[in-house]
């Protein structure tokens, strides 16, 4: 009787150190870092379970021992608290930091760059064309109220969200530069400054050049002048859709669009596209000019005149430039004329 009592109480003492064995082994393989060589990205789905997650990570090779980590998400009491999304595990992480990694939702953040001067049919192409988001944009935005800027957003957010984003942004942006702007401006509501904003922002992609541009169309509206804007004829002709793939043509010039900036006085009727910061800046504090033209130079930029004699003198020369690098065409070849 006592030896039996004898070799139970070995047996405990042998099953309790077995135990704590499995136990200290549990911990350091939890703790020590794991096999995986190369970043590896793993799916959460929404609803995933304990179960499914490890296997997902297993499957993945971010862990080797799937029990182990169960049983350690189980023991902290966090397998609860695991969340759904997108991961991006760093070769070597431990399957303690990666049980941290879904405790806190370290989600893959990815990044829209929403380039100045595009329509917002543009902008709605550019996000059905954007992988991880939620494709569920029902109407193209209206035209000119989204800031052209970089967003950060997560797998699966939605596209409308995003756009009431841009949107929320411009208005920001809009009206904190509304309140600086220049005394006596031809225009009065933030509506209109957008509306020609647009315009400056298509005119030119040199930063440099938005103020002085906005400077040449303030002096225009300011006289009573068309503005006799290309990129406006372009809006009217595509009718918003984006660039042609052609030069505009005498026909173009000629049609009766609202839009047509050769042929209606003032503003357009609305914007012609989304334009950044810079371009609503240069609209609410132009470059304190007395010209009245530009043409492109042949170098990306342009070429500024006060006067209509000095402003034929730069549409020849851009002329002839053109004719050196252009087939013969009936195109017209400058803008503020």
Do not use: C
């Not at 100045?116 to 193209?140: M, P, Y």
Request: glycine share 8%.
């Amino acid at each position: 009787m006592r030896r039996a009592g004898r070799i139970a109480i070995v047996l405990l003492i042998a099953a309790t150190l077995a135990v704590s064995g499995i136990f200290i082994w549990g911990q350091k393989t939890f703790q020590r870092p794991g096999q995986l060589a190369t970043e590896a990205t793993v799916i959460v789905p929404r609803g995933a379970g304990l179960q499914r997650i490890a296997t997902l990570l297993a499957e993945a090779g971010v862990i080797d021992r799937p029990l182990v980590f169960i049983v350690a998400a189980r023991l902290k009491e966090q397998h609860l608290d695991l969340k759904a999304g997108e991961y991006a595990f760093a070769p070597g992480v431990s399957p303690a930091e990666a049980l941290a990694q879904l405790r806190e939702g370290r989600v893959v953040v990815h990044r829209l760059t929403v380039p100045e001067g595009l329509t917002s049919a543009q902008v709605a192409r550019l996000l059905a064309d954007t992988e991880g988001l939620i494709h569920d944009l029902k109407d193209i935005p209206a035209e000119g109220i989204l800031l052209p800027e970089t967003y950060d957003f997560i797998r699966d957010d939605r596209s409308s969200v995003l756009v009431d984003r841009m949107a929320t942004a411009h208005a920001r942006k809009l009206a904190a530069l509304w309140q600086d702007r220049a005394d006596g401006l031809p225009f009065s509501t933030p509506e209109e400054a957008r509306v020609l904003a647009s315009i400056v922002e298509k005119e030119t992609g040199i930063a440099a050049e938005r103020p002085r541009i906005a400077g040449v169309f303030i002096n225009r509206l300011r006289r009573g002048m068309r503005l006799q804007s290309d990129p406006s004829v372009v809006y009217a002709v595509s009718a918003g859709a984006g660039p042609l793939g052609r030069p505009l043509t005498l026909a173009d010039l000629r049609i009766d669009n609202p839009y047509n900036t050769y042929k209606v006085s003032g503003l357009p009727p609305g914007p012609i596209a989304n334009a950044g910061a810079a371009a609503l800046a240069a609209v609410l504090q132009p470059a304190a000019t007395d010209e009245l033209y530009f043409v492109a130079d042949g170098t990306g930029g342009h070429a500024f005149a006060t006067t209509l004699r000095e402003h034929n003198r730069n549409v020849a020369k851009w002329r002839r430039i053109n004719r050196q690098t252009e087939p013969a065409t009936d195109a017209t070849d400058s803008t503020g004329n």
